[in-house]
T-cell receptor, first 113, second 115 residues
Framework: DGGITQSPKYLFRKEGQNVTLSCEQN?????MYWYRQDPGQGLRLIYY???????QKGDIAEGYSVSREKKESFPLTVTSAQKNPTAFYLC????????????FGPGTRLTVT | GDSVTQMEGPVTLSEEAFLTINCTYT??????LFWYVQYPGEGLQLLLK?????DKGSNKGFEATYRKETTSFHLEKGSVQVSDSAVYFC??????????????FGAGTRLFVKA
């Protein structure tokens, strides 16, 4: 079955530590995205990549970093510079077919204490 | 710039009631329009979409019509079920100012359906 996987589902870290969230897709999509969702809130775009080895900042990129070395993978690192890292993180991908319908992973809930 | 505005929630309905969630948009081009649904603790799933004016998207009893004249894409369902309780997001995809495609999401509307 094609889809997007994110791991782990729940992640706990101490303040001051960097943490990397995994996102893998086997849909052969060119574009991939990372969103942050806070309780009761909508989605905010962190980073996106339209092609391998290229990515752009979204609306709230500060304190985050990404890489896109393979088409299938788009890991997100939450650095210690991110002031409020506790949130639900969603990865998505889309094909460049003109509509850009997005396919989402199940999400990773990160808690930093 | 492009934007999506949807009605604030929560919306609380009894089972078998009629549902409308309003969504309006502003866009410089000819966007595609989407409704996504998010169940508790999960990612978003595409519910339906429409790619041009007057298109009607439909799925699982939900419908929405792309109205260019009113720049709207309201979500409707004739008879809701408890299992429809979720958060619904309206979204558009359009060419951004930087030359690439961009997707804009509304803030989401939470729906509670009571038995």
């Amino acid at each position: 079955d094609g889809g997007i996987t994110q791991s782990p589902k729940y992640l706990f870290r101490k303040e001051g530590q960097n943490v990397t969230l995994s996102c893998e897709q086997n849909l052969n999509h060119d574009a991939m995205y990372w969103y942050r969702q806070d309780p009761g809130q909508g989605l905010r775009l962190i980073y996106y990549s339209q092609i391998v080895n290229d990515f752009q900042k979204g609306d709230i990129a500060e304190g985050y970093s990404v890489s896109r070395e393979k088409k299938e993978s788009f890991p997100l690192t939450v650095t210690s510079a991110q002031k409020n890292p506790t949130a639900f993180y969603l990865c998505a991908s889309s094909d460049r077919d003109g509509t850009y319908e997005q396919y989402f992973g199940p999400g990773t809930r990160l808690t930093v204490t | 710039g492009d934007s999506v505005t949807q009605m604030e929630g929560p919306v609380t309905l009894s089972e078998e009631a009629f549902l409308t969630i309003n969504c309006t948009y502003t866009a410089t081009g000819y966007p595609s329009l989407f409704w996504y649904v998010q169940y508790p603790g999960e990612g978003l799933q595409l519910l339906l979409k429409a790619t041009k004016a007057d298109d009607k998207g439909s799925n699982k009893g939900f419908e929405a019509t792309y109205r260019k004249e009113t720049t709207s894409f309201h979500l409707e369902k004739g008879s809701v079920q408890v299992s429809d309780s979720a958060v619904y997001f309206c979204a558009l995809s359009d060419w951004g100012n930087t030359g690439g495609f961009k997707t804009i999401f509304g803030a989401g509307t939470r729906l509670f359906v009571k038995a």
